[in-house]
C-alpha cells in the first residue's frame, strides 16, 4: 500500500472536503452520543477533537496472486471514529466477534465509519472497535480517503460515570490518547488497548 497524510494548507478542494468529512465525522458523534442519552457529552468531545486526513491506494495483485492478496494488515484503528471514503474496487474486511473475515460491500457513493480504539475505551467498551483489513483482487487499483478524527494532544480519555454501573464495571484506566498512540507505535499487536489502558 502506498500512503501519505495531507496536512491541508494546500488546495480549497481539499479544505472543503475536509472540513466537510469533519462536519459529518461530528453529527455521527452527536447521534451516537444522544443515543446512550449522553447529548451533553458533546459541546466537550467536538472541541477535544481534531483530524487527519490520509490518502492511500493499493496496487492490484501481481498476476501470481489475483485473488487473493493482502492490501492493508489487520487492525483497529486508533483514533475516535473514521469516515472512510474508496473509488469502485472493493476490499475492505471485518471480522466478526465470531472470528470470521466477512467482505464489505461499500455501495458507490457511500462512506464507511469505523469506531476506533479511543471511542471504545471512552464508551467503556459499549462501542465496539471492529478489525478490518483490505484484501485486494482482480486488476484495478483501490484508492480510498480517510479523516481519522482524534482526540487532541494534551486530551485525557476517561470513561463517564454514566457508562459505569454493576453491570458494566470500569474496563479502562484514564490514559492520554498521544501517550497510548506512542505505545503502539512501539508494541503494535491486537490488544495495545487492553494492555496499554486495561483495568
Ligand atoms: O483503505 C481502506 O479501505 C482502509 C484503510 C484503513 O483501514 C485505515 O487506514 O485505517
Ligand atoms: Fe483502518
Redesign the pocket.
Known sequence: MF?FVLFCHGSEAMKSMTSKMMELNLIILRMILESFGLGDHYESQAQNTTSAF?F?K?KAPPPSNINNALG?VP?T?KNTL?I?C?NDVQ??EILTKQGKWVEVMVPKEAVMV?VGDALKAWSNGRLHAVT?R?MMSGDKE?Y?Y?LFALPKEEVVIEVPQEFIDKEHPLLYKPFNFAEYFTYFTSNIGEDALELYAGV
Do not use: E, I, K, P
Open positions: 500512503c490520509r492511500m493499493y492493508l487492525h484503528d473514521t472512510l474508496q476490499g475492505l469505523f478490518h483490505v483501490r480510498s480517510a
